[in-house]
T-cell receptor, first 114, second 116 residues
Framework: GDSVTQMEGPVTLSEEAFLTINCTYTATGYPSLFWYVQYPGEGLQLLLKATKADDKGSNKGFEATYRKETTSFHLEKGSVQVSDSAVYFCALSGFTGANSKLTFGKGITLSVRP | GAGVSQSPRYKVAKRGQDVALRCDPISGHVSLFWYQQALGQGPEFLTYFQNEAQLDKSGLPSDRFFAERPEGSVSTLKIQRTQQEDSAVYLC??????????????FGDGTRLSIL
């Protein structure tokens, strides 16, 4: 079945550091790929998405590129802020109906210190 | 606001009791999903509704779990004879259309269920 693997955490960075969070996937067909974020005390929010190979999703300074050849969707940000401290989940879904259910990775906790 | 609303936010039950968790999706959203999130893990799919039809229940862990969406809007997830391993956060998500790959899922804040 479909699966998502995220790098082990937690990750602690200083403010303005460069961030990379690795994500690889296994899926049949051509899934859509997502990064969701969960800030402390809040619900899951969509951060960015990409729906086909070589697409780049971006939002709030974060970027991720859909790499079909390496089955990866790594999340990057050039300069993190304290407010980026959260749990980040990589996920995939199929396209239609019940196949559009999300398959999530385990999540990784990011802490950014001033 | 107009987001996905779940109730209760917290539920404590004794082992063996039945519980019911409610999800009020965004108005007009066709697709509704339930997920279970254990501590320190990512959410895992439980079941999917398109309007009132339950099209996929492959993620329900046992026949003690039952979900319904009788009028294609509000959904209820029921767990009978609860066990300690049912302790988790239960998330509900809705999306606008049938073609989900390009439609984001909007999540509620979840119900944190603790079984004593």
């Amino acid at each position: 079945g479909d699966s998502v693997t995220q790098m082990e955490g937690p990750v602690t960075l200083s403010e303005e550091a460069f961030l990379t969070i690795n994500c690889t996937y296994t899926a049949t067909g051509y899934p859509s790929l997502f990064w969701y974020v969960q800030y402390p005390g809040e619900g899951l929010q969509l951060l960015l998405k990409a729906t086909k190979a070589d697409d780049k999703g971006s939002n709030k300074g974060f970027e991720a590129t859909y790499r079909k050849e390496t089955t990866s969707f790594h999340l990057e940000k050039g300069s993190v802020q304290v407010s980026d401290s959260a749990v980040y989940f990589c996920a995939l879904s199929g396209f239609t109906g019940a196949n559009s259910k999300l398959t999530f990775g385990k999540g990784i906790t990011l802490s950014v210190r001033p | 606001g107009a987001g996905v609303s779940q109730s209760p936010r917290y539920k404590v039950a004794k082992r063996g009791q039945d519980v019911a968790l409610r999800c009020d999706p965004i108005s007009g959203h066709v697709s509704l999903f339930w997920y279970q999130q254990a501590l320190g893990q990512g959410p895992e799919f439980l079941t999917y509704f398109q309007n009132e039809a339950q099209l996929d229940k492959s993620g329900l862990p046992s026949d003690r779990f039952f979900a319904e969406r009788p009028e294609g809007s509000v959904s209820t997830l029921k767990i009978q004879r609860t066990q300690q391993e049912d302790s988790a956060v239960y998330l509900c998500a809705s999306s606008l259309a049938f073609f989900g790959g390009n439609q984001p899922q909007h999540f509620g804040d979840g119900t944190r269920l603790s079984i004593l």
